[in-house]
């Protein structure tokens, strides 16, 4: 099985910073990288697929990159709305696994 | 309206089963693999099993496989994952979720989720 690693698990900024977040693949997923957004008592959000193509109707604040094994997300200029916790996923092969979660708070 | 909308949890007896379903509208429910997604309390996301479009390959998680089955009603446009032999660790909120496209097994429509709650 691919595990995910994301770090950090944690992070705390103000509105208007930029923040970035990884996510490690235990082996090479190409670009088959998905990054989704959670907030409590809500389904989860697609924000980006294949690695760096942004999901419809998401926010251009919000962009990835990476391929292989090492991948980022990062959002600018934060909003308010942006407070969540955010989740990798990769989409390589069964089973599909996802990393642990990076949770952001406001500062 | 694009949506799915989920139901059947509820509290069960360790041992126990239960059926959950996802109805689907607004999208061409047939041409798309459905997944189920679960998040137990307080824990990340972990993805359950994948059913194709038609219904005749699927896919689980180590930790169901044997004891979940996913199946689809494409004349009903509903999805379903059949629970037996529950355990504690089956606690979480189920989700169901639309593929992206093509298989991408990316999701990009989720339903609001069913709690089901395995406890003596």
């Known amino acids: 099985d691919i595990q995910m690693t994301q770090s950090p698990s944690f992070v705390s900024a103000s509105v208007g910073d930029s923040v970035t977040m990884t996510c490690r693949a235990s082996?090479?997923?190409?670009?088959?990288l998905a990054w989704y957004q959670k907030k409590p008592g809500k389904a989860p959000n697609l924000l980006i697929y294949?690695?760096?193509t942004l999901q419809s109707g998401v926010p251009s604040r919000f962009s990835g990159s990476g391929s292989g094994t090492d991948f980022t997300l990062t959002i600018s200029n934060l909003q308010p709305e942006d407070f969540a916790t955010y989740y990798c996923?990769?989409?390589?092969?069964?089973?599909?696994?996802f990393g642990q979660g990076t949770r952001l708070e406001i500062k | 309206e694009v949506q799915l909308v989920e139901s059947g949890g509820g509290l069960v007896q360790p041992g126990g089963s239960l059926r959950l379903s996802c109805a689907a509208s607004?999208?061409?429910?047939?041409?798309?693999?459905m997944s189920w997604v679960r998040q137990a309390p307080g824990m990340g996301l972990e993805w359950v099993s994948t059913?194709?479009?038609?219904?005749?390959?699927?896919s689980y998680a180590d930790s169901v496989k044997g004891r979940f089955t996913i199946s689809r009603d494409n004349s009903k446009n509903t999805l379903f994952v059949q629970m037996t032999s529950l355990r504690a660790e089956d606690t979480a909120i189920y989700y169901c979720?639309?593929?992206?496209?093509?298989?991408?097994?990316?999701?990009?429509?989720w339903g609001r989720g069913t709690l089901v709650t395995v406890s003596s």
């Open positions: 294949a690695a760096s």
């Open positions: 996923q990769q989409a390589n092969s069964f089973p599909i696994t």
């Open positions: 082996q090479g997923i190409h670009s088959w």
């Open positions: 059913i194709g479009g038609s219904g005749s390959s699927t």
């Open positions: 607004g999208f061409p429910f047939r041409s798309y693999a």
């Open positions: 979720a639309k593929d992206l496209a093509g298989g991408s097994y990316n999701f990009d429509l």
